[in-house]
């Protein structure tokens, strides 16, 4: 199944996903914000500033943005080398209208961070890295160089040294904080929505196993009275022509065609059932179809159930693709590291049902065991690692859509490492436990009238 097959979007691939024209409205809004503190700084407060050279500076995004409005169509997708030179440009025209205003006694210093941090949540990390170093050396390079502010009176406005400063220390300390936290965060939100839309995916597509199963059964179920008129009508032929052996060797073949689409249909018809009895079935065939595709991978897998009376008291569940999806990644996980066998047991009381699956197998990385679940968890794998599973980068986006899909059901899922006494060899161990009110059709919350069935309309 879809176990660790599914990669994250990258970087760049994010990056694609900003419109040019959003770009656009945020400068207006920067445009606007450096006009307004420019024409205050100068016509209430009477500071003599560079007004030629700072509008200017302003002149040159307002021109940046009409030449993009026009030669750039409304829904353009900047690529990643686009939006690193966007922001690039407005981080160094701040850098640039702060050196005409005082430099880092400017208090508008801070907006420094603005660029930094729209980098860390939408471009590369390389792309990051560049733009902090850039709005590092910027500030540093304010504190020492910069054009004084002048009051009215001529009176120099600036603040100690010791507050200069302080005032570096704080942004630098603050672009590389901003910027790191930003990006966890943001990376943290992408992998999670990129496992989420793998889960849909993986669900929908067991839907439509399910789907395709029920169609190819209803259709062996309707077309097995033909099949076993024509092979009926050519033995009789068969038989009738025995002095004729052309037309014999003709009807035998018909004969045997038919066979052959018997058997097409009959192992078709495995993938699933139409039928709405056949929608629900006992726990232990549910976990038994889970199992089904790993039956000949190599190992054993086992079945065992420690419930008293078990043919009386088990529990009949739905066949929910969800179910078996989750269950089927959870045994090929543990037939994955397994050395030889698998187990999965089976329990239930009054209150509860839960499903255990174990194996022989080196367990769960101990160091690992508070994170397993989260999406696309292991990003590098070691040599070790490598050599004892060829092809697998496993504990990650698999282990994900399992627990999702399970914890969607209404289960929770507990992951552990086992070990037995006398060999003191480890085991994964997972284990699965729902309230039986939500699992059980019988007796819980999932019991409904399943209707009719529908016929076959031609």
């Known amino acids: 199944m879809t176990q660790a097959t599914t990669k994250p979007l990258g970087e760049r691939t994010r990056a694609n996903w900003i419109r040019l024209r959003t770009m656009i409205v945020l400068r207006w809004v920067a445009i606007a914000g450096q006009l307004t503190a420019i024409t205050v700084a100068d016509r209430i407060y009477g500071l003599q500033l560079e007004l030629a050279l700072c509008y200017f500076a302003v002149g040159v995004s307002v021109t940046g943005n009409l030449v993009a409005i026009l030669v750039f169509p409304e829904n353009k997708r900047l690529s990643e080398y686009e939006n690193l030179s966007m922001v690039m440009f407005d981080l160094l025209q701040l850098g640039f209208l702060l050196f005409l205003t005082g430099g880092l006694h400017n208090p508008f210093s801070l907006l420094l961070l603005g660029p930094v941090t729209i980098s860390a949540t939408a471009l590369s990390l390389r792309s990051t890295v560049v733009l902090c170093s850039t709005a590092i050396a910027l500030a540093t390079v304010l504190a020492i160089f910069h054009f004084p502010l002048i009051t009215q009176s001529g009176g120099l406005l600036e603040i100690p040294q010791i507050f200069v400063f302080g005032n570096w220390v704080a942004l630098v300390i603050a672009i590389l904080f901003s910027t790191s936290y930003s990006r966890r965060v943001t990376t943290e939100i992408h992998s999670m929505s990129d496992a989420l839309t793998a889960t849909q995916m993986a669900l929908a597509r067991e839907q439509k196993l ?25 033995t009789e032929l068969l038989h009738e022509l025995q002095d004729n052996p052309d037309l014999a060797e003709d009807a035998a073949l018909i004969r045997d065609q038919a066979d052959r689409c018997r058997d097409i249909l009959r192992d078709m ?9 056949l929608r629900h079935a006992p726990l232990m065939a549910v976990l038994e179809e889970a199992a089904e595709p790993h039956r000949t991978r190599g190992k054993t897998i086992e079945f065992s159930t420690d419930a008293f009376d078990d043919a009386m008291d088990q529990p009949e569940i739905l066949r929910k693709p969800e179910i078996i999806h989750g269950l089927r990644n959870l045994i090929q996980n543990a037939v994955d590291f397994a ?7 089976a329990n239930w009381t009054d209150d509860q049902i839960s499903v255990r699956i174990f194996d022989d197998g080196k367990g769960f990385p101990p160091h690992l065991l508070g994170r397993i679940g989260d999406p696309f968890m292991r990003r590098r794998r070691s040599a070790r690692s490598s050599t004892e599973r060829p092809g697998y980068e496993g504990m990650g986006l698999g282990l994900f859509i399992a627990k999702t899909l399970l914890e969607r059901s209404g289960a929770e899922l507990k992951f552990a490492n086992g070990s037995d006494a006398v060999t003191g060899q480890l085991g994964a161990v997972v284990e699965v436990v729902w309230p039986r009110q939500k699992l059980d059709l019988q007796n819980g919350e999932a019991r409904t009238a399943l209707g009719k069935n529908k016929p076959i309309k031609a």
Request: charged share 20%; no cysteine.
């Open 210 to 234: 399910t789907d395709l199963g029920g169609v190819v059964a209803a259709a062996a179920h309707e077309l097995g009275t033909p099949l076993a008129t024509i092979k009926l009508a050519s």
């Open 269 to 277: 018809g495995r993938a699933g059932k139409d039928d709405l009895h």
């Open 339 to 345: 050395q030889t066998t698998v187990w999965v047991d």
